[in-house]
């Protein structure tokens, strides 16, 4: 088991073209800036990461990219961001890498740095924060995780877990205020090797059955430490999070 901080750790930014619901959304501009540049410059204003990549098969991704960070361009057929970034990490020099969704223009650079440190004892990380609102409560694509008291995840899922059985037939917000619900956060540290061993596994079941990759981690043995964080994340899933996202940056001002 790992018992330091990673020194060379580097930020990756899967990025592609294709999106059903929001086609070409790096490349869509927030407040005048391509969502993928927005991510970039959060990610830098990290402590731990030594340099911040993106990694895309799309050409039009790349050399919009390539004017404000490194690319590395992948093949196409890559059935997971993590399976992306593990092509990417195989061919550089590093001791660790942080997958940063690139669809998150607010993530708050803490965040990232809280998932890299959890490295030190551990050989995949992730983030999560309590659930306050109910409406995450009742969604499918809000996941949760569930972790032991040590920190360590025991399971995610897109149902609302644990089942609180006393309160089933209450409303959702009496059920949210009587347990520490947990949402997981879109962001994950791995150890290089343990990277590069994962995405020799084949596709899990329950990875299958519930559209989430970080579970052919725990399938195979990979135990993940969670951050537990205060942040709000909000992603740009649909055009309609492009005004969400930029009354946010004109509510925060300058900086």
């Given at each position: 088991?790992?018992?330091?901080v990673?020194?060379?750790?580097l930020?990756?930014?899967?990025?592609?073209?294709?999106?059903t619901?929001?086609p070409?959304?790096?490349?869509?501009?927030?407040a005048?800036?391509?969502?993928?540049?927005?991510?970039?410059?959060?990610?830098?204003?990290?402590?731990?990461?030594?340099?911040?990549?993106?990694?895309t098969?799309?050409?039009?991704?790349a050399?919009?990219a390539?004017?404000?960070?490194r690319?590395?361009?992948?093949?196409?057929?890559?059935?997971?961001?993590t399976?992306?970034?593990?092509?990417v990490?195989a061919?550089l020099?590093?001791?660790?890498v942080?997958?940063?969704?690139?669809?998150?223009?607010?993530?708050?650079?803490?965040?990232?740095?809280?998932?890299?440190e959890?490295?030190?004892?551990?050989?995949?990380?992730?983030?999560?924060?309590?659930?306050?609102?109910?409406a995450?409560?009742?969604?499918?694509?809000?996941?949760?995780?569930?972790?032991?008291t040590?920190?360590?995840?025991?399971?995610?899922?897109?149902?609302?877990?644990?089942?609180?059985?006393?309160?089933?037939?209450?409303?959702?917000?009496e059920?949210l205020?009587?347990?520490?619900f947990?949402k997981?956060?879109?962001?994950?540290?791995?150890r290089r090797?343990?990277l590069?061993?994962?995405?020799?596994f084949?596709?899990s079941?329950?990875?299958?059955?519930?559209?989430?990759?970080?579970?052919?981690?725990l399938?195979?043995?990979?135990?993940?430490?969670?951050?537990?964080v205060?942040?709000e994340?909000?992603?740009?899933?649909?055009?309609?999070?492009?005004d969400?996202?930029?009354a946010?940056?004109?509510?925060r001002g300058?900086?």
């Open positions: 088991m790992p018992s330091a990673p020194t060379r750790v930020g990756i930014i899967p990025a592609r073209y294709a999106s619901r929001f070409g959304k790096p490349l869509h501009l927030i005048g800036q391509p969502l993928i540049q927005r991510v970039v410059e959060r990610c830098r204003q990290s402590r731990c990461l030594a340099d911040v990549l993106v990694a098969d799309d050409p039009r991704i050399r919009v390539g004017a404000f960070a690319v590395e361009m992948t093949r196409e057929d890559h059935p997971s961001g399976d992306r970034i593990a092509e990490a061919r020099e590093c001791d660790a942080v997958n940063i969704q690139g669809d998150e223009p607010l993530i708050d650079p803490a965040v990232i740095d809280r998932v890299a959890a490295l030190k004892d551990a050989e995949m990380s992730t983030a999560a924060t309590p659930i306050a609102d109910v995450d409560y009742e969604n499918p694509n809000v996941v949760k995780v569930v972790v032991t040590s920190g360590w995840a025991l399971y995610f899922s897109r149902r609302t877990i644990p089942y609180v059985r006393d309160l089933a037939t209450r409303p959702a917000a059920q205020s009587a347990f520490p947990l997981h956060l879109g962001i994950y540290g791995y090797e343990a590069l061993r994962l995405v020799q084949p596709v079941p329950l990875e299958t059955a519930e559209r989430l990759e970080q579970l052919r981690a399938e195979n043995g990979i135990a993940i430490r969670v951050a537990q205060v942040h994340s909000i992603g740009v899933d649909v055009p309609a999070d492009v969400r996202v930029e946010m940056l004109r509510a300058p900086g």
